[in-house]
C-alpha cells in the first residue's frame, strides 16, 4: 500500500498495486484504533477486487473483537443511510466511486455519517495505517463470524428515498435509466414501483469490468450513448448514475445534459417553495442562478468550499435544508446531512409531473436564457499557486465581490449594463498539479471572451 491512496474525500488507488488486501486490513485496523466503535458497518461496490479488500475488512474488525454489520453490495449513499439511520457507530464501503475498474478503495464515515476526510482523521488514519509491521499471513485466519450480522437495509432506504417525493403525483413518464453498470440499478425499479414510469434500462447489469470504460456521466463522451437514446425513443427524460451511485444527472427529453449547478438551483426551488426562509449550500465555483433562485423565493444562500466533507460540516453548522455541487452531489438535512443520487431523482419527476413543458423548455426559461457558463476547465501548470496569485493581481481591483473561500472568486458587477456581467473561480486540484477554471456570464459571448482570456492567463 502507497500512503498516496489517501486523498482529500477517501481512499482510492490501483488494484493490488497501491492498494492490496493486507492494505485494506491495515486501514480497517487503524479505524477501529481511530474511532474505538462497538460496531462498524461494511459494505462495498461492485468491483471486482471489492469482495476480496472486503474480507479483509470484516476480518480486520472482527480480529479487533469490534461487531460487523454487513450490509452487502451498496451504494455509497446507502452506507450514509445504513450508518445514521440505526444510530451506528461509523462504517466504510469499499469502492472507487467513478474511477476505472482498476482501481479501488474506501469511504469512510463515523456516528451520525460525518464523514471522515484529510481534514477530519483521515491523514491520522493513514499514518497509523503505514506503522503498522504485519505478517501477511495474518490474512489467511478464520473470521470470527459470531461478530458478523448481515442486515438488509434495502426497504428502509428506499421508504426513506421515496418520502422526498409525493408519488401519487408522478405521471406515467418515459424515461432512459443508466447505472453505468454500478448499483444503482439494483434499486431503482423498487423506489418506481406503483409510478407507471415506462422504464428504459441501459448498462443496467451490475458489471465490475465497466464494459464501457469509466463509469462517470460527468465526462461529456459517456453522455452520447443516453442522449441519443432518449432522442431516439422519444422519452420524456434521461437520468443516470455514476458507478457507486451517490451522484445523479439529468438529460431533457432532447438529450440535452443539465449542469449539475441547475439542477441545485431548481431542487433548491422546489425546497424553498414548500418553506421559505431556509438556508442553502452552494460551493463556490458558479453562483448566480442559485443565489439569485434562492432569494427570489425568500431563501438563504450560503456558499462555502467545495468537498463533501466540507458541505457536510456547513450544512450541520447552518442547519439547511439543501445544498449542491456542480459536480452532482445533493445533499439533505432531512438525509442525515448527506449526498444521495436517489432523492434528486425522485423529486425532479414529482416536480416535471407538476409541469405543462417539456423539461427542456423549463430548463431553457429558468437558465439557458439567462446563465452562460464554460463548465470547468482544467489546466496543468508547473506552479499552481502562482498562477492563481497572477490572475488574482490582474482582476481583483476590477471585482466588486471577492470570495476567497476556494481559490479565488471575482465578480464583476455593472448595475448600468447587466449583460456586461460576468464572474469566474479559479481553485487548485486537491490532488495534481491542476488549476480548475469556470466562468458565467449574462451573455454567451461574454463567457467565452473571458474564459479565453483567463485560460491565455493561465498557459502563459
Avoid at 98 to 112: A, D, F, L, S, T
Wanted: with cysteine.
Amino acid at each position: 500500500m502507497t500512503p498516496s491512496v489517501f486523498k482529500a474525500y477517501d481512499i482510492r488507488g490501483l488494484y493490488p498495486q497501491e492498494i492490496d488486501e493486507l492494505g485494506a486490513y491495515k486501514i480497517a485496523k487503524a479505524l477501529c484504533e481511530y474511532l474505538q466503535p462497538t460496531e462498524l458497518v461494511v459494505g462495498c461496490d461492485v468491483r471486482l477486487s471489492s469482495p476480496s479488500l472486503k474480507k479483509s475488512v470484516v476480518k480486520a474488525i472482527t480480529d479487533q473483537g469490534i461487531k460487523v454489520i454487513d450490509v452487502g453490495e451498496i451504494s455509497t449513499d446507502m452506507l450514509y443511510f445504513a450508518v445514521a439511520n440505526y444510530n451506528f457507530a461509523g462504517g466504510l464501503t469499499i469502492t472507487a466511486s467513478h474511477n476505472p475498474k482498476e482501481y479501488n478503495g474506501m469511504k469512510i464515515v463515523r456516528e451520525q455519517s460525518k464523514p471522515i476526510s484529510g481534514d477530519s482523521g483521515l491523514f491520522d488514519i493513514r499514518d497509523m495505517a503505514m506503522n503498522m509491521e504485519l505478517d501477511p499471513n495474518i490474512l489467511d485466519g478464520e473470521i470470527n463470524l459470531k461478530l458478523v450480522e448481515k442486515k438488509d437495509i434495502v426497504a428502509d432506504y428506499i421508504t426513506k428515498v421515496r418520502s422526498f417525493a409525493n408519488f401519487s403525483q408522478i405521471k406515467p413518464f418515459k424515461i432512459i435509466a443508466n447505472p453505468n453498470f454500478g448499483v444503482g440499478g439494483c434499486v431503482v425499479d423498487q423506489i418506481l414501483e406503483g409510478t407507471g414510469i415506462e422504464l428504459v434500462k441501459l448498462n443496467w447489469e451490475s458489471d465490475g469490468n465497466f464494459p464501457k470504460g469509466r463509469p462517470d456521466p460527468l465526462i461529456p463522451e459517456n453522455r452520447e450513448e443516453i442522449s441519443q437514446l432518449v432522442k431516439k425513443t422519444d422519452a420524456d427524460l434521461g437520468v443516470a448514475w455514476d458507478a457507486d451511485a451517490d451522484r445523479c444527472f439529468f438529460f431533457t427529453e432532447k438529450g440535452q445534459f443539465i449542469e449539475g449547478y441547475f439542477i441545485t438551483a431548481l431542487l433548491a426551488q422546489i425546497f424553498l417553495q414548500k418553506k421559505s426562509g431556509e438556508k442553502i449550500i452552494r460551493d463556490t465555483r458558479l453562483s448566480w442562478a442559485i443565489d439569485e433562485i434562492t432569494l427570489a423565493n425568500q431563501g438563504i444562500p450560503v456558499p462555502t468550499k467545495a468537498g463533501h466533507s466540507f458541505i457536510k460540516e456547513r450544512m450541520r453548522q447552518e442547519n439547511a435544508v439543501f445544498g449542491g455541487e456542480m459536480s452532482a452531489h445533493y445533499y439533505f438535512r432531512d438525509y442525515f446531512y448527506c449526498d444521495c443520487g436517489m432523492i434528486p431523482f425522485v423529486m425532479i419527476l414529482e416536480f416535471i409531473s407538476r409541469q405543462n413543458k417539456p423539461f427542456s423548455a423549463i430548463i431553457q426559461e429558468m437558465f439557458w436564457d439567462k446563465y452562460f457558463v464554460s463548465g470547468e476547465i482544467n489546466n496543468e501548470v508547473a506552479d499552481v499557486p502562482s498562477t492563481i496569485a497572477r490572475i488574482k493581481e490582474t482582476y481583483i481591483n476590477q471585482a466588486t465581490l471577492i470570495d476567497d473561500q476556494d481559490g479565488i472568486s471575482l465578480d464583476f458587477i455593472d448595475n448600468k449594463s447587466p449583460n456586461n456581467n460576468w464572474r469566474f473561480n479559479v481553485r487548485s486540484s486537491n490532488t495534481e498539479p491542476l488549476i480548475r477554471l469556470n466562468v458565467e456570464a449574462k451573455s454567451e459571448k461574454l463567457m467565452e471572451e473571458k474564459r479565453d482570456e483567463l485560460l491565455q492567463l493561465i498557459q502563459k
